[in-house]
């Protein structure tokens, strides 16, 4: 509580490391104190802290946190805020997504606005709301909120104005991985099965949503006197997928 009476609540975002590594009690201190708090009440941390919230412009309650434990933990009570504002379908600001992803350079990103009153129920965007960079060095974005990387590496500030104003914004990150690895260095697939090899790729230990193109890759047969394909390696929905060859059992290097 502020010595005027506001109220404040905070959940971090959990282990999440590096986008977030946690509090300690004495930095969810230092941090209410910076926001004006002049007293605070501490709930439960570990695995049983989870903020779930309905986003702007959506009818939904989500998890928007990271709970320690990897997923949602039952719990016996919660804090619940609810708003009994009025909707009024005005619009008045913007929930723009993606956010806080990793890209490749020269990438394609479809950015998307969810639109919101006031009090934050759904409000449709207006036509004539714009897509803009922060910084057009890193690449351009159409009418459509379509961002074209030109390879230049680092953040993207991607903002939707309107009527002269910023009412969305999202960043996101172009970096060439810096790891790539295999979560295991063997991998059994069934005949004509498919498989993504437990393929790893990251950036500062943040995925990295690769496209068509980015890895080249090579199969080989560890057979050295047979010259059939052990299988092939397409890339669908975001995703490299390793298929198998169907009619023997082979075993090679990818």
């Not at 590594?21 to 695995?47: F, K, P, R």
């Not at 802290?49 to 989500?62: I, K, L, Q, S």
């Amino acid at each position: 509580i502020t010595a005027e009476g506001k109220v404040v609540t905070f959940c971090t975002y959990g282990n999440s490391y590096p986008i977030s590594c946690g509090y300690t009690w004495s930095e969810v201190a230092d941090y209410l104190i910076a926001q004006g708090c002049v007293n605070a009440l501490m709930l439960d941390g570990s695995g049983s802290a989870e903020w779930c919230a309905r986003y702007e412009g959506t009818d939904n309650v989500v998890s928007v946190s990271h709970p320690s434990d990897g997923s949602s933990r039952a719990v016996g009570s919660c804090l619940l805020i609810v708003s009994t504002a009025a909707p009024d379908g005005v619009f008045a600001r913007a929930s723009v997504t993606p956010g806080m992803s990793v890209y490749t350079p020269d990438s394609i990103v479809h950015f998307s606005a969810v639109g919101a009153d006031s009090a934050g129920n759904p409000a449709a965007v207006p036509d004539d709301a714009e897509w803009s960079l922060v910084d057009s060095s890193m690449g351009s974005i159409d009418s459509d909120g379509v961002f074209t990387s030109n390879g230049a590496q680092g953040d993207v500030k991607v903002n939707l104005v309107y009527d002269g104003k910023i009412c969305g914004s999202a960043t996101i990150t172009i970096a060439a991985p810096d790891s790539i690895t295999f979560s295991k260095p063997n991998e059994d697939v069934g005949r004509g099965k498919t498989s993504n090899l437990g393929l790893q790729v990251r950036y500062q230990n943040r995925d990295v949503i690769l496209k068509d193109g980015d890895i080249v890759w090579t199969l080989t047969n560890d057979d050295e006197t047979s010259d059939v394909a052990i299988g092939t390696i397409a890339f669908s929905d975001g995703k490299y997928l390793f298929t198998s060859n169907s009619s023997i059992t082979c075993s090679g290097t990818v």
